[in-house]
């Protein structure tokens, strides 16, 4: 039973097309994010919904837009695709607690994505 | 700037032995620590939590500790197996506008040799 899932694993692209990756969790949990691994292995969060609202968005090009249908489900889809977005994206999801934020956060298994 | 630095970046050591992994922060408002186990070519998976006020806390053969005034952490891991050979991240939480952002480290990558 897979807590949080990815589709695709992998994706490989031209640039300028545009992709999707999508993200499902089963944990009941209220608050879901995405994060960007580069060549450098640093994951950075990209956005954080909360409840299906947007609460965290880094400077992220608009080119990323993410959409969460409904608090189980926040997919990313990515515009105009460019080289520098080749990385590995990671959802991850939580259920915030308390204002000390202490709540584990439960990765997917990343999408690898290649934009040649 | 908000910054994790992990040391050392990579490490080897044999079956059995035991190693302690470092990392300093310069964050801020601190909001906890957390140390991540992320197996190659999958997400990271949580080892521990700390928050301000705890300075050890382990899980299993993990044992991390927080030193809040010097900004340090350390993850010690004890009889070391096969399976710990992985990258070890230590991520700093920052409580900013209302909600929890975390600040990772670049990773200390961990390899277990017979």
């Known amino acids: 039973d897979t807590a949080v899932s990815q589709t695709p694993k992998y994706l490989v692209t031209q640039m300028g097309n545009d992709k999707s990756i999508k993200c499902e969790q089963n944990?009941?949990?209220?608050?879901m994010y995405w994060y960007k691994q580069d060549s450098k292995k640093f994951l950075k969060i990209m956005f954080s919904y909360n409840n299906k609202e947007l609460i965290i968005n880094e400077t992220v090009p608009n080119r990323f837009s993410p959409k969460s249908p409904d608090k189980a489900h926040l997919n990313l889809h990515i515009n105009s695709l460019e080289l520098g977005d080749s990385a590995v994206y990671f959802c991850?999801?939580?259920?915030?607690?308390?204002?000390?934020?202490?709540?584990?956060?439960?990765f997917g298994p990343g999408t690898r994505l290649t934009v040649l | 700037k908000n910054q994790v630095e992990q040391s050392p970046q990579s490490l080897i050591i044999l079956e059995g032995k035991n190693c302690t992994l470092q990392?300093?922060?310069?964050?801020?408002?601190?909001?906890?620590l957390r140390w991540y186990k992320q197996d190659t070519g999958r997400g990271p998976v949580s080892l521990t939590i700390?928050?301000?006020?705890?300075n050890t806390k382990s899980n299993g053969r993990y044992t991390a500790t927080l030193d809040a005034d010097t900004k340090q952490s350390s993850l010690h891991i004890t009889a070391s197996q096969l399976s710990d050979s992985a990258s070890y991240i230590c991520?700093?939480?920052?409580?900013?506008?209302?909600?929890?952002?975390?600040?990772f480290g670049a990773g200390t990558r961990l390899a277990v040799h017979p």
């Open positions: 700390m928050t301000f006020s705890e």
């Open positions: 990392c300093n922060y310069t964050v801020s408002p601190f909001s906890n």
């Open positions: 991850a999801s939580s259920q915030e607690r308390d204002s000390r934020g202490t709540d584990t956060q439960y």
């Open positions: 944990l009941g949990h209220d608050t």
């Open positions: 991520v700093v939480s920052v409580f900013s506008g209302g909600y929890n952002k975390l600040i």
